[in-house]
């Protein structure tokens, strides 16, 4: 193998490929499981959580930002006759910075299913980094807004 950069190699047919773990911004994207779901965060280059895993599903830091997904869970109100709490359960998609402070909420919030995800797999993302400081967003129309944060 031959080293393109410190984290890249070119395999013996010339194809890029990167070692792990992945450093961008001095974190690291890590996985942790709580209750059965596995939830997203980051570590720093001594191994330390920097950012807790909280978070459904996380990108990479780009120009240091990231776009998380988080589980909100919003008390409507309640059934008196049943005694139950009426719950509105959604996926909100945020760009937080490298300390884990949110930066923007992306406006593309949308339901979840709260049925077991059997194949425990992450959340897609809508939104997406297209230039610095320049996301795009999509809404449930299939259509993208573009938004500077």
């Not at 984290?7 to 890029?16: E, P, Q, R, Y």
């Not at 001095?26 to 996985?31: G, N, V």
């Not at 720093?44 to 240091?64: C, D, R, V, W």
């Not at 998380?68 to 719950?87: C, D, P, Q, R, Y």
Request: hydrophobic share 35%.
């Amino acid at each position: 193998m031959v080293s393109t950069s410190d984290k890249h190699f070119l395999d013996k047919n010339g194809i890029t490929s990167v070692t792990y773990p992945l450093f961008k911004d001095d974190r690291c994207l890590i996985k942790k499981l709580i209750d059965g779901t596995y939830y997203y965060g980051f570590i720093n280059n001594k191994g330390e959580e920097s950012i807790e895993p909280q978070y459904l599903n996380a990108t990479n830091f780009n120009n240091g930002y990231a776009i998380v997904i988080k589980f909100a869970k919003n008390e409507m109100g309640s059934n008196f006759m049943l005694g139950k709490k009426v719950v509105n359960y959604k996926l909100e998609e945020y760009i937080i910075d490298t300390s884990g402070k949110t930066v923007k909420y992306l406006d593309n919030a949308r339901n979840m299913n709260t049925s077991k995800n059997k194949t425990k797999t992450p959340p897609e993302f809508r939104s997406k980094f297209i230039a610095p400081h320049l996301i795009a967003v999509m809404r449930p129309d299939k259509k993208w807004n573009i938004y500077e944060f």
